[in-house]
């Protein structure tokens, strides 16, 4: 055998053992390459990494959501909490060992078995309200928190709604930011190829342009999906979140449940959390 032939049989033995490893690897974890390039917001850096199939995902420990709505103390609103109510459920979280995590922490979780904090929790907002940034965003830092925030972009500099500069100013702090559609139509209505461009497409560009990043998370208007909805949303964002209803067995990235919290007592939350999320986290 010549220097060349005996260089050939090196690589060709190199790529076997390679191909080898990899398949057994998936054998163990359940995990395909296949779903990577189905996941948005991959770079080459992650291309090669396996990922967990939508199985794998469905059967990890859910992580509690919560998601916040009007903060004020006229209460009006079915999701209303008073200012006072919000302070006491972020403090027992602090002294309860909680900490948050960002949806791309979830993410990496539920799809590559990263490792979360103890006691993880995300919080998030919904509706895109002054509040948000005047009340829920100082408060949630005062903790060393951080929060998602899901934005209707029709609500821009709106009287009751964030400005555009709140918006950034809130992912300038290191927050997350989210889109909650255009006008908060549900996706179940969307039909035509215009629909999804006005309500999702066309609103996250121009919100990415704000937030100044990638606007990569979506949560549903009222919480409402259907399968097909969450089919076309996986095309967007690496995750979308619903309310306290049944997840998507092919689709559990687009379809994560997050907990409503209105006026409870903060022991109230945490008895709500364990109930809805389970009691390991
Ligand atoms: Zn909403």
Redesign the pocket.
């Known amino acids: 055998m010549n220097r060349t032939s005996i260089h050939i049989c090196a690589i060709f033995l190199g790529l076997v053992l390679l191909s080898c490893n990899r398949t057994n690897q998936q054998q163990r974890t359940g995990t395909s390459d296949a779903a990577t390039a189905a996941a948005p917001g991959n770079n080459s850096a992650i291309i090669n990494q396996t990922v967990n199939a939508p199985a794998l995902v469905y059967a990890k420990q859910e992580i509690p959501v919560l998601c916040y709505?009007r903060i004020a103390d006229d209460k009006k609103g079915e999701y209303a909490l008073r200012p006072a109510t919000f302070t006491s459920h972020m403090k027992i979280l602090s002294d309860s060992g909680y900490h948050t995590i960002s949806p791309a922490q979830l993410y990496d979780y539920l799809v590559y078995n990263k490792e979360l904090p103890d006691k993880p929790v995300m919080i998030t907002f919904?509706?895109s309200r002054v509040e948000h940034s005047l009340i829920a965003a100082p408060l949630l830092e005062k903790f060393g928190f951080r929060g998602v925030f899901f934005i209707?972009t029709i609500t821009y500099n709106k009287k009751n709604y964030m400005t555009t500069e709140q918006i950034a100013q809130l992912a300038m702090a290191g927050h997350a930011v989210g889109l909650?559609s255009w006008d908060?139509t549900m996706v179940i209505k969307y039909r035509e190829d215009a629909d999804w461009q006005k309500q999702v497409a066309e609103p996250k560009k121009k919100l990415e342009k704000i937030a100044g990043k990638a606007v990569e998370y979506w949560?549903y208007?009222?919480g409402v999906y259907d399968h097909k909805g969450a089919e076309e949303l996986s095309k967007y964002f690496k995750l979308s979140f619903t309310l306290a209803t049944k997840r998507d067995s092919l689709y559990p990235l687009q379809t994560i449940r997050r907990m409503i919290v209105p006026e409870w007592t903060p022991q109230g939350l945490l008895q709500s959390m364990h109930r809805t999320f389970g009691k390991k986290i």
Do not use: C
């Open positions: 709505h919904d509706d209707m909650h908060h949560a208007p009222n």
